[in-house]
């Protein structure tokens, strides 16, 4: 069964950063595209970043760019996303998914930015 | 950037009756690369349709995706009471992805 799980929200003061991951298990992590993907409270989905298999193409969302890093570790079937210089409007529940079209769906971590 | 454009943005209907959400993109998508999703209150969200029209195993056939180009469709053709929710397309043809903003169906 495909499982991933995000962890490394929380609540974290404008200006700051943090570093969202995804444990995958289930399926062979090294064959597949991940994406991350967020919703802010009572918002659609917005489409963040995602990562080819081998990590060697990396896409990000206009809107957010210079501010993240995604990056993977296929030996530790992890995800990761690097989020800089927080602010209130990146307040959202981070899913990461499996594939490019997110055929597979975590529970979220929870990005609180605020003072 | 492709925008999607999903209408209506609340779709009031009754148990048993059919529903037909629209997507339309700001330039043409590969039918291979469009797909929708269905989120429940609380919950992630479920792929059920890739490729435009390809139904992901164990989603009923009452969900039927369609369309080419820059408008897409998703019908479904019998209400239950477990299909109200939130629906989303998605284009993966070219980065960045992008989601449309949403179809809620409701209750009547």
């Known amino acids: 069964e495909v499982q991933l799980v995000e962890s490394g929200g929380g609540l974290v003061q404008p200006g700051g950063s943090l570093r969202l991951s995804c444990a995958a298990s289930?399926?062979?992590?090294?064959?597949?595209?991940m994406t991350w993907v967020r919703q802010a409270p009572g918002k659609g989905l917005e489409w963040v970043a995602n990562?080819?298999?081998?990590?060697?193409?990396?896409n990000y969302v206009d809107s957010l760019k210079g501010r993240l890093t995604i990056s993977r570790d296929n030996a530790k079937n992890s995800l990761y996303l690097q989020i800089n210089s927080l602010r209130a409007e990146d307040t959202a529940l981070y899913y990461c998914?499996?594939?490019?079209?997110?055929?597979?769906w975590g529970q979220g971590t929870l990005v609180t930015v605020s003072s | 950037e492709i925008v999607l454009t999903q209408s209506p943005g609340t779709l009031p209907l009754s148990p048993g009756e059919r529903a037909t959400l629209s997507c339309r993109a700001s330039?043409?998508?590969?039918?291979?690369?469009l797909a929708w999703y269905q989120q429940k209150p609380g919950q992630a969200p479920r792929l059920l349709i890739y490729?435009?029209?390809s139904r992901v195993a164990g989603i009923p056939d009452r969900f039927r995706g369609s369309g080419s180009g820059t408008d897409f469709t998703l019908t479904i053709s019998r209400l239950e009471p477990e299909d109200f929710a939130v629906y989303y397309c998605?284009?993966?043809?070219?980065?960045?992805?992008?989601f449309g903003q949403g179809t809620k169906l409701e209750f009547k």
């Open positions: 998914a499996r594939g490019r079209m997110c055929e597979s």
């Open positions: 289930g399926f062979t992590f090294s064959l597949y595209w």
């Open positions: 990562i080819k298999q081998d990590g060697s193409e990396k």
């Open positions: 330039q043409s998508v590969g039918s291979s690369y």
């Open positions: 490729g435009a029209s």
């Open positions: 998605q284009q993966y043809q070219s980065s960045p992805q992008t």
